[in-house]
């Protein structure tokens, strides 16, 4: 089957930083949708592994946690999905990746692709869908609305990116909080405006003068997606007394004290933890991914895909990582198809 690999750690700028080549194909294990993957998008895991993983040139390192396709066979102990059926899923981060013809997921993180949407448009979602719902309702603890929460404030740093573009929407559908993006460019503004933000503040400035020149209070919550260690104080000097933190970057230090005057409290959100761990609650990310498909398919949330790359090959992928690493997408990098 065709892939895309890489054997070095190399700047995404050097030849043969990604490079096609031919990979067997892959055989289910008990839990396993064997998919045959027809769209994928990248996000910045991509990249970060790349960077710190190495293989060699007989075991290239096949990367890509996004994808969007039909089952094409299932493992012996599958039951809720069968061959035929059309999937979306973001896979684990401990196994090979999508960025390949054939992709072996387990059933447990997979939900059923929205019908309404082609695949270039579902592979957008998986898992940015999954850290931005987590981010708000397993860790931060925002309540469903008609729970309470229309006299709270949600702060999203970083609104117009992946992860962003979907806990913006999800904010504005299911809870009652006030949403407040960040965004830096006119084209970014506008996006996080028409994905539903109440308000957009410009986070090239300082986020409580920004909080306070648009006449909003303090922030209750806090999803920082980007940048963290830069907005760290603003974050703090913001938040409301006993007010909740969320994170899903690399800051490369954070000073916490600032947050006990405060009683706020730090949430690390890591999308792969479930699959990572084989938690008991693994099957989450599955009935998340469901909820997500019916909301799509309900007109309530839309895809975020930013931009269409073209097939899925080595050059098209280098300059999709080349993008990603440049800060400067808006919404979600997508592929979709193979060379003839």
């Not at 790349?50 to 390192?61: L, M, N, S, W």
């Not at 390949?100 to 579902?122: C, M, N, T, W, Y």
């Not at 989450?284 to 309900?298: S, Y």
């Amino acid at each position: 089957m065709k892939a895309v690999g890489y054997a070095q750690s190399l700047p995404i700028t050097e030849p043969r930083a990604l490079f096609d080549f031919e990979a067997p194909l892959p055989e289910p294990a008990p839990f396993d949708l064997r998919v045959r993957v027809l769209a994928i998008s990248v996000n910045p895991v991509d990249t970060k592994v790349r960077r710190r993983r190495a293989g060699t040139p007989k075991a290239p390192v096949i990367l890509g946690w996004d994808a969007a396709g039909i089952v094409d066979a299932v493992g012996a102990s599958v039951t809720r999905f069968k061959p035929g059926d059309e999937v979306f899923y973001a896979g684990d981060l401990g196994r090979s990746g999508t960025n390949a013809q054939f992709h072996l997921v387990d059933e447990r993180i997979a939900g059923h692709k929205p019908k309404s949407l082609g695949f270039a448009e579902a592979a957008a979602l998986p898992l940015t869908a999954l850290t931005a719902w987590e981010g708000l309702f397993d860790r931060l603890g925002i309540p469903p609305r008609g729970m309470g929460g229309t006299e709270r404030q949600l702060l999203i740093v970083g609104a117009a990116g992946g992860v962003g573009s979907l806990a913006t929407q999800f904010a504005r559908a299911l809870t009652d909080v006030t949403v407040i993006g960040t965004a830096s460019r006119a084209e970014s503004r506008a996006w996080v405006e028409a994905l539903g933000a109440h308000a957009v503040i410009d986070h090239s400035r300082p986020l409580a003068e920004e909080l306070a020149a648009a006449g909003l209070g303090a922030i209750d919550y806090t999803y920082s997606l980007t940048h963290t260690d830069v907005h760290w104080a603003e974050i703090v000097k913001a938040a409301r007394p006993q007010g909740r933190i969320a994170l899903i970057d690399d800051p490369a230090s954070l000073d916490v004290m600032p947050l006990k005057q405060k009683s706020l409290s730090l949430h690390w959100e890591f999308m792969f933890t479930r699959s990572m761990f084989h938690t008991p609650d693994m099957i989450r990310q599955h009935e998340i991914l469901e909820e997500v498909a019916r909301l799509v398919d309900a007109g309530t949330v839309r895809t975020t895909l930013g931009a269409h790359f073209g097939v899925i090959n080595a050059a098209n992928l280098t300059r999709a990582h080349e993008a990603i690493e440049g800060g400067r997408s808006i919404g979600k990098v997508v592929l979709e198809g193979w060379p003839d």
